[in-house]
């Protein structure tokens, strides 16, 4: 099942929102910087010790921590691609993004899952394209899972909320 809101993602009350980090999991601006204000420091306590055992987050990969003061009770971070032209493998990296949040959401039991559009902020990602791999990469995950029963994107601006409406 599949939905769409427009709106501050941090408001989410969900099992788990995603974030668009960077790899090196210590915050940033955009829907990054708002989660790590809105969950407090919790958040960047556990992403300081994955980036101690692993060295931070590569991209199209995805990491867990809690969701601190947020209402939802896990952040999944995924570090999406910068984009570069469209010849640096960005389209398979944005849907390893979405795929790899997914199968950490799986495996932690997360019924309910929102994401904002990865990507398409500082990373420039073409909004159309991203919002077309996105919901093709989540419908053909939600129908091999019987984990994952909701996913809700949550889109911050008009712009995407309209590109959107028109892929779902
Ligand atoms: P990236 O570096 O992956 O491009 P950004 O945070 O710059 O990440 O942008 C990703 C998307 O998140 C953009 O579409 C932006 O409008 C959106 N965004 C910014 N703040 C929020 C928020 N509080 N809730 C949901 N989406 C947000």
Known sequence: MIELQRGDITKMEVDAIV??????????????????????????D?????????????TGEAV?????????????HTVGPVWNGGNKNEE???ASA????????TANQIKTIAFPNIST???????????????????????ASDVV???????YDEENFKIYERVI
């Open 149 to 155: 029963e909701k996913v809700i994107f949550v889109c």
């Open 121 to 143: 902020g500082i990373y420039h990602f073409p909004k159309q394209k991203a919002a077309e791999i996105a919901v093709k990469t989540v419908k053909d995950f939600l129908a």
């Open 46 to 58: 556990e992403c300081m010790a994955i980036r101690n055992r692993q060295g931070g987050c590569p």
């Open 19 to 44: 974030n668009a980090a960077n790899s090196s999991l210590l915050g940033g601006g955009g829907v990054d910087g708002a989660i790590h204000r809105a969950g407090g420091k919790a958040i960047l």
């Open 98 to 105: 979405y795929q790899n949040s997914l199968k950490l959401a």
């Open 64 to 76: 867990i921590t809690t969701g601190g003061n947020l209402p939802a009770r896990y952040v999944i």
């Open 92 to 94: 398979s990296l944005l």
